[in-house]
Nanobody, 123 residues
Framework: QVQLVESGGGLVQAGGSLRLSCAASGRISNINRMGWYRQAPGKQRDLVAV???????TGADSVKGRFTLSRDNATNTIYFLMNSLKPEDTAVYYC?????????????????WGQGTQVTVSS
């Protein structure tokens, strides 16, 4: 069974920085893509940034130039460095990944979510 475990997050003043990490574990054959979504109170969950197995990153316009997504293939972990944080970045951040895993019945590709971590930016 595949699991995503998040760490990081917390409370920071505007202009500050935080780093999130997300580690995938289980019988992983390949991580096709991995990234972060966020959901503010009363709003839908939106994509923030994603990195593919080939290392290509895509991010929302609102975070370009401020947030950096990187990946450690050896540990199946992604790191999300968030700089110049703004109050509007306040949300629950969810790790998401499309992962191909293996088992007795062969390979399976599924979409997985972490438990979410709160990021609060005070003005």
């Amino acid at each position: 069974q595949v699991q995503l475990v998040e760490s990081g997050g917390g409370l920071v003043q505007a202009g500050g920085s935080l780093r999130l990490s997300c580690a995938a574990s289980g019988r992983i054959s390949n991580i096709n893509r991995m990234g972060w979504y966020r959901q503010a109170p009363g709003k839908q969950r939106d994509l923030v940034a994603v990195i593919t197995s080939g290392g290509t990153t895509t991010g929302a316009d609102s975070v370009k130039g401020r947030f950096t997504l990187s990946r450690d293939n050896a540990t199946n972990t992604i790191y999300f460095l968030m700089n110049s944080l703004k109050p509007e970045d306040t949300a629950v951040y969810y790790c998401n990944a499309e992962i191909t895993s293996y088992g007795f019945n062969g390979y399976y590709t599924g979409n997985y979510w972490g438990q979410g971590t709160q990021v609060t930016v005070s003005s």
